[in-house]
């Protein structure tokens, strides 16, 4: 079965530092890739995703994601963390076998940025 | 437009009652999902309904649980009986006919507490 894995439930940084959040999916088909952000007491917000095409995704915020079939990654990166962007951080796959139907998410990690 | 609408926000329910939680897909979206999130866990697939038909409900507990989409009016999931095991965030998202998630937008959730 499809599955993903997000290194890592918390991940600190200071204001102003790299943002790195780490997922790896399996699956021998490359699926549609997402990452969502959720504030406390929130639904879930599309940061960005991965279909087809450029493997360098921009998404909101200033997130970006990079696609890299040989590593099985789809890791989440920002240059500069802002106080802001404290959430909980949910990468998720769409598997080809479901006609891209579900998305399978990994158990989150969330982001805590200090001053 | 306004997004996925949720309710209710918050839901207590004592054990062996029933709970209904109702999502309003967004306007001209016809395919709706329900995720269940655990305490410190990822979101899980339910059920994928369209207008008037289940498409998947292989995430579905088997017994207790059940989800219809009518012609006209919200998306029900329906839990008979409730147990503290339910108590959970449940997120409803709505998609434009034959784009699944790669245009789903989330509700805000139903957050249930079963005392």
Known sequence: ?115 | NAGVMQNPRHLVRRRGQEARLRCSPMKGHSHVYWYRQLPEEGLKFMVYLQKENIIDESGMPKERFSAEFPKEGPSILRIQQVVRGDSAAYFCASSPPDRGPTEAFFGQGTRLTVV
């Open chain 1, 1 to 115: 079965a499809q599955s993903v894995t997000q290194l890592g439930s918390h991940v600190s940084v200071s204001e102003g530092a790299l943002v790195l959040l780490r997922c790896n999916y399996s699956s021998s088909v490359p699926p549609y890739l997402f990452w969502y952000v959720q504030y406390p007491n929130q639904g879930l917000q599309l940061l960005l995703k991965y279909t087809t095409g450029a493997t360098l995704v921009k998404g909101i915020n200033g997130f970006e994601a990079e696609f890299k079939k040989s590593e099985t990654s789809f890791h989440l990166t920002k240059p500069s963390a802002h106080m802001s962007d404290a959430a909980e951080y949910f990468c998720a796959v769409s598997p080809m076998n479901t006609g891209f139907q579900k998305l399978v998410f990994g158990t989150g990690t969330r982001l805590l940025v200090s001053p």
